[in-house]
């Protein structure tokens, strides 16, 4: 899965409009490869992203519930404490490569 797309479902307040857009103009980039579409290319990614919206919104709605509701806060600090994790193995790894070059 593409890392730029995030969970939408059970949040508090819920997805907006414009979240919900942005992660399905995301996937259809992904999928048809065009990161930097022509303007025809970029009409057909938004139809195609109007459709995927229109279906994750519904999807979202359908879906039951699990567990707390995930907040913008919570889901900001997750990934800032897997970067700090990423940061120490990178950090880390380097240590161990310079310990062995020496």
Do not use: Y
Not at 31 to 59: C, M, Q, W, Y
Not at 68 to 94: C, H, L, S, Y
């Amino acid at each position: 899965m593409c890392r730029n797309i995030r969970v939408l479902h059970n949040f508090e307040p819920p997805a907006t409009n414009e979240e919900v857009h942005a992660a399905a103009l995301q996937f259809v980039r992904k999928v048809s490869g065009l990161s930097k579409p022509n303007e025809h290319d970029f009409e057909l990614l938004e139809k195609a992203a109007a459709l995927i919206t229109k279906e994750t919104k519904r999807l979202l709605r359908q879906l039951p519930k699990r567990g707390q509701p995930r907040t913008r806060d919570g889901e900001i600090a997750k990934a800032r404490a897997k970067w700090v994790k990423r940061e120490e193995q990178m950090f880390n790894r380097f240590k161990q490569l310079q310990a062995q070059r020496s």
